[in-house]
């Protein structure tokens, strides 16, 4: 399940939410009252979060200025700012204060869910983002796994990058050529026998040995992220 912080002076807003983001098992809400709150479960390190749904007007400040101060900072996941002050200067505000959108309330909740999974799509094929695999977060621009402890596992280059292409795949099988010209280019000298190494090395660091998360299928690899998930818990 995907975190998401929603900061919220209103507390029925908050349960609102919550339960609409809770529903069907996609995401994993959590609440904060006020800035200060807000800024400790930011702060607080991994495995974080994948989005914000923000207020502006919250009892201890302005929440356009936090969310300039968390991209000051370098935090890069989507922040929307969901509420009543949504005038045309409030709007170029959010966004000028590195907002990725700007919901009005009272709002539609089908149209603020679509539009957060929007981000998250934007997010998601961009080098900043931090992906979910099984119990592990990914990102491609460090080239890290961190586990659910917060223990981070360093990749290389090359497994970043089989890593992201398979996760962007989706439930699709990529063949191992294809692989091959996504992640070395075209490299005569290169084998398949290289790609099986990498892939090996991956699923050690990924606790995987049976390949139960990144399945070989034909010719091919293909990411099963919810297998690592349940390896996990076992």
Same mark, same amino acid.
Not at 38 to 60: C, H, K, Q, S, T
Not at 69 to 74: C, I, K, P, S
Not at 94 to 119: H, M, S, T, V, W
């Given at each position: 399940?995907?975190?998401? /912080?929603?900061? !919220?002076?209103?507390?029925?807003?908050?349960?609102?939410?919550?339960? @609409? %983001? $809770?529903? *069907?098992?996609?995401? +994993?809400? &959590? *609440?904060? =009252?006020?800035?200060? #709150?807000?800024?400790?479960?930011?702060?607080?390190?991994?495995?974080?979060?994948?989005?914000?749904? /923000?207020?502006?007007?919250?009892?201890?400040?302005?929440?356009?200025?936090?969310?300039?101060?968390?991209? @000051?900072?370098?935090?890069?996941?989507?922040?929307?700012?969901?509420?009543?002050?949504?005038? #045309?200067?409030?709007?170029?505000?959010?966004? !000028?204060? $590195?907002?990725?959108?700007?919901?009005?309330?009272?709002?539609? /909740?089908?149209?603020?869910? +679509?539009?957060?999974?929007?981000?998250?799509?934007? @997010?998601?094929?961009?080098?900043?983002?931090?992906?979910?695999?099984?119990?592990?977060?990914?990102?491609?621009?460090?080239?890290?796994?961190?586990?659910?402890?917060? @223990?981070?596992?360093? /990749?290389? #280059?090359?497994?970043? =990058?089989? %890593?992201?292409?398979?996760?962007?795949? *989706?439930?699709?099988?990529?063949?191992?050529?294809?692989?091959?010209?996504?992640?070395? *280019?075209?490299?005569?000298?290169?084998?398949? &026998?290289?790609?099986?190494? &990498?892939?090996?090395?991956?699923?050690?660091?990924?606790?995987?040995? +049976?390949? #139960?998360?990144?399945?070989?299928? $034909?010719? $091919?690899?293909?990411?099963?992220?919810?297998?690592?998930?349940? =390896?996990?818990?076992?």
């Amino acid at each position: 399940m995907r975190p998401i /912080l929603i900061v !919220d002076h209103d507390a029925a807003v908050r349960a609102l939410l919550a339960e @609409q %983001l $809770g529903h *069907g098992g996609e995401f +994993a809400p &959590h *609440g904060a =009252a006020n800035l200060a #709150e807000a800024e400790r479960m930011v702060l607080a390190g991994p495995p974080g979060f994948d989005a914000i749904l /923000l207020e502006v007007a919250l009892p201890d400040g302005d929440g356009l200025v936090f969310c300039a101060r968390m991209r @000051q900072l370098g935090l890069r996941i989507p922040i929307l700012i969901v509420s009543a002050h949504a005038t #045309e200067a409030d709007i170029v505000r959010g966004l !000028d204060a $590195g907002a990725n959108d700007y919901i009005a309330k009272p709002f539609r /909740l089908r149209e603020l869910l +679509a539009r957060l999974r929007a981000q998250l799509r934007n @997010q998601e094929n961009s080098d900043e983002a931090t992906l979910q695999l099984g119990s592990f977060r990914f990102s491609a621009s460090a080239r890290s796994l961190t586990d659910a402890a917060g @223990q981070r596992i360093r /990749l290389t #280059e090359k497994e970043a =990058a089989i %890593l992201k292409f398979l996760h962007r795949a *989706g439930p699709l099988a990529v063949p191992r050529e294809t692989l091959l010209a996504a992640v070395w *280019g075209y490299n005569s000298k290169v084998s398949t &026998h290289t790609l099986e190494t &990498h892939v090996y090395r991956l699923r050690r660091k990924l606790g995987d040995p +049976a390949g #139960e998360m990144i399945e070989t299928e $034909g010719r $091919g690899y293909r990411l099963n992220p919810a297998a690592g998930a349940v =390896a996990a818990a076992a």
